[in-house]
């Protein structure tokens, strides 16, 4: 059975809304981490806001130092976008999950492959997370206050509850903490 992995950057404070903050905190250790964990990964899971916003900064990327491989595959791995309201997908290969999100879900879990990963914790991982369907929340804490608490800037969503494990922490030389978490056994 496939893993569905949410990855998600995020400052001391739970901001997580436009990680250009996080840029001074990349280095070989992070690039290395992001690039084993997208290879491991042969499909990503996608909210509509997401999807575009990729959509539009990923076909015209190329490779960096470090990441070898890593903006070619982003282009070329599948795709799968949860939204009622898409109107054009074309990044791809790319599928549409319009209706019974976590019935589709559950059935890509069930294919054979690799793991399926979401960048971000939106509404989406909230809601594969209550589903029982989020295998693994993966926070990358940077050392940085970024002060921001708009509605959508922080990790949390109100009404959002889940009871974690932690399953491994990583600490790169630039301050970042890797924080992955599974959802907790229930007692």
Known sequence: MRKII???YASLDGVIENPEWSMPYFNEEAAERARATLFASDALLLGRGTYEGFAEAWPGMADQEGLDGFAGRMNSIQKYVVSAGIEKAEWG???VIRDDVAGEV???KEQDGGNILIY???RLAHSLLEAGLLDELEIWVHPVL?????????IVQEGSKARLELA????FRSGIVVLSYRPAADE
């Open 120 to 122: 971000g914790v939106g």
């Open 146 to 154: 970024v002060g921001i608490t708009t509605p959508g800037s922080l």
């Open 106 to 108: 559950a059935k890509l």
């Open 6 to 8: 949410a990855v998600v």
């Open 93 to 95: 290969p790319v599928s």
């Open 168 to 171: 491994e922490s990583t600490t």
